[in-house]
């Protein structure tokens, strides 16, 4: 068994005293979505999270943790943290920004501490899976616990919700 170095966020869990699972699982050079990552660890896309970053005008940031097999709601985004509107922020800046590559941008250890909202969806699930801060890595952890990591608010913030 080939021992794996800890991720800024197992070492943030575990300072904060919360527990969580690693399931590690291969990954390629080619992108896999979310939806790919449940299947491959075994569990409905409903409870693994993808984590989005999102930029002001201004160049302010946001992240936002919603279901993989769902769609961000911009507008419900920016109510969400008093913005006018917000955009994608561009894939080259996200390491930079975050500390993180695409497919293992974890809500949890990002460079700085930015708002976070947790989809809602969130709270209808005990244990959820987000990204553990590298690709093929992902943290299954209590709801209440990432929140309390991420010092994150709750929201409606999916598309299609009423």
């Given at each position: ?82 913005e006018k509107k917000l955009h994608l922020l561009p ?53 209440s616990d990432i929140v309390k990591a991420t010092h ?11």
């Amino acid at each position: 068994m080939m021992k794996h170095k800890k991720t800024n966020a197992m070492r943030i869990l575990e300072r904060q005293g919360i527990s969580y699972q690693m399931n590690r699982y291969e990954v390629t050079d080619a992108h896999i979505d979310g939806e790919h990552v449940a299947t491959t660890i075994g569990v409905e896309p409903s409870q693994v999270f993808k984590t989005l970053v999102l930029e002001s005008v201004q160049h302010a940031h946001f992240v936002f943790v919603i279901p993989v097999n769902q769609t961000l709601n911009m507008k419900r985004a920016a109510q969400a943290v008093g913005e006018k509107k917000l955009h994608l922020l561009p894939l080259e800046q996200l390491k930079p920004v975050t500390g993180y590559i695409r497919g293992g941008c974890s809500p949890i250890g990002m460079k700085n501490t930015f708002p976070t909202v947790i989809d809602a969806e969130a709270t209808k699930l005990e244990m959820i899976y987000i990204s553990g801060g590298e690709r093929g890595l992902q943290i299954r952890l209590n709801v209440s616990d990432i929140v309390k990591a991420t010092h994150a608010q709750v929201a409606d913030i999916i598309q299609g919700q009423p």
